[in-house]
């Protein structure tokens, strides 16, 4: 079946030590995105990649970096992280044509990060 | 700024209850999606509406789109405890989701 896979499922890391989580994807879209998602809120956009053309949200801090080696792979990078970057991290994946977006967004099961 | 209002944030119900979860917004929205999300999971798409006036079903979960595109509802007969978990609306535009505040639904035996 298609899919959005990440890895690893779960994270621990230690205040500061720089950590990566990974996505992959079958569905062969090229729109990749991350969310940020912290107990029972909404996820929040941090970034996302129209084929390789990055886009950041304003609000997303410098410690978040990204790299979209290929259509399949995307990585998020917290450079250092600190207690309040505990959270469940989100990959997603749609579809673009032209420029243009379709909306359906399809998520993968999360990587589940915590920050001792 | 597109905002969605989605209500109730909690709903506590027992077996076989009836309930319906809305989502509001003063914007226009492309589409609307809704989403289940279980604890340790990520969010999986239940449905897209797009037509104002729309109405999708999907066994025992009915989902409608307003006429003017800026509301949408859930509504679930019966619900089982299977149906617990967390309930997002996300309006859709130029990419990106905004995403309503959720519901989080508890289906009690």
New interface residues.
């Given amino acids: 079946d298609a899919m959005v896979i990440q890895n690893p499922r779960y994270q621990v890391t230690q205040f500061g030590k720089p950590v990566t989580l990974s996505c992959s994807q079958t569905l062969n879209h090229n729109v990749m995105y991350w969310y940020q998602q912290k107990s029972s809120q909404a996820p929040k956009l941090l970034f996302h990649y129209y084929d390789k053309d990055f886009n950041n949200e304003a609000d997303t801090p410098d410690n978040f970096q990204s790299r979209r080696p290929n259509t399949s792979f995307c990585f998020l990078d917290i450079r250092s992280p600190g207690l309040g970057d505990a959270a469940m991290y989100l990959c997603a994946t749609s579809r673009g044509s032209g420029g243009a977006y379709y909306n359906e967004q399809f998520f993968g099961p999360g990587t589940r990060l915590t920050v001792l | 700024t597109q905002l969605l209002e989605q209500s109730p944030q909690f709903l506590s119900i027992q077996e076989g209850e009836n309930l319906t979860v809305y989502c509001n917004s003063s914007s226009v929205f492309?589409?609307l999606?809704w989403?289940r999300q279980e604890p340790?999971?990520?969010?999986?798409?239940l449905v897209?509406v797009v037509t104002g006036g729309e109405v999708k079903k999907l066994k025992r979960l009915t989902f409608q789109f307003g006429d003017a595109r800026k509301d949408s509802s859930l509504h679930i007969t019966a619900a089982q405890p299977g149906d617990t978990g967390?309930y997002?609306c996300?309006g859709?535009?130029?990419?990106?989701?905004t995403?309503?505040?959720?519901t989080?639904l508890t289906v009690h035996p």
């Fill in positions: 492309s589409s999606q989403y340790g999971e990520g969010p999986v798409l897209t967390l997002l996300a859709g535009g130029r990419g990106k989701l995403f309503g505040q959720g989080i």
